[in-house]
């Protein structure tokens, strides 16, 4: 790439969080008080502020929630988009997404998962840096590894989204990588929020007690 890529969040948001019992999105984020108030920050928020910082603008993918994650989206001067179906799995949302970034006119996205501590900023730059690095020497995607576990943000270029885009709303994003594996760089990073996985309360709940 002759150029600095213009990089464009993705935060997929559109899971039902039927393990959790409610929206993983609006999950408390940092840990906060019992007295905390109803301003405090959520998964959402936090993923936000974290990809704004590090991109041209932050696209957040909901589905039967976006009326509820429509204020705090807009309050953070992101953009909604819709999945029309998230009955058909992550993947589709993914798609949506990344529709978006190319109809936006961006040539790399930034994506991450809703139900997770974002990383550190430290780690975004890093993945940046190793992204720009990787691109000139024709790879097409970036991934964070953490204790030899594979984890999020993904940072993909307009190829990788073309591989994406290419296959069947009902396919998983693993399958496309493996796919194309000779083109993915894997990154060591030291930040285990790469790889945290919050799908039930005890899981929220252990984390908590992590980062206290």
């Known amino acids: 790439m002759a150029r600095a890529p213009s990089f464009c969040g993705v935060i997929l948001a559109a899971g039902e969080s039927s393990r959790m019992g409610r929206d993983k999105a609006l999950l408390p984020?940092?840990?906060?008080?019992?007295?905390a108030t109803a301003s405090s920050e959520t998964f959402l928020t936090a993923a936000i502020d974290l990809l704004d910082k590090h991109s041209d603008m932050v696209i957040v993918v909901a589905g039967k929630n976006a009326n509820n994650l429509a204020p705090l989206v807009y309050a953070s001067s992101a953009f909604l988009m819709v999945n029309p179906a998230p009955e058909?799995?992550?993947f589709s949302s993914l798609q949506v997404g990344l529709q978006e970034v190319l109809n936006r006119g961006r040539d790399a996205a930034i994506v991450t998962l809703v139900d997770r501590p974002p990383a550190r900023a430290e780690t975004l730059e890093q993945l940046q840096r190793?992204?720009?690095d990787a691109y000139a020497r024709e790879k097409?995607?970036?991934i964070p590894e953490f204790d030899g576990k594979h984890g999020h943000?993904?940072?993909i270029g307009r190829e990788m989204m073309h591989a994406f885009l290419s296959a069947p709303p009902t396919a998983v994003a693993r399958e496309i990588e493996h796919q194309?594996?000779?083109r993915i760089e894997y990154v060591a990073v030291d930040?285990?929020?790469?790889?945290?996985?919050v799908d039930?309360?005890?899981d929220y709940e252990s984390l908590l007690q992590r980062v206290k």
Do not use: K, M, S, Y
């Not at 984020?29 to 007295?35: I, R, V, Y």
């Open 29 to 35: 984020w940092p840990p906060q008080p019992a007295a």
């Open 88 to 90: 058909l799995g992550q």
């Open 130 to 132: 190793a992204f720009v």
């Open 140 to 142: 097409w995607a970036v």
């Open 153 to 155: 943000p993904i940072l």
């Open 180 to 182: 194309h594996q000779a």
């Open 191 to 197: 930040d285990p929020l790469v790889t945290v996985n």
């Open 200 to 202: 039930t309360p005890a």
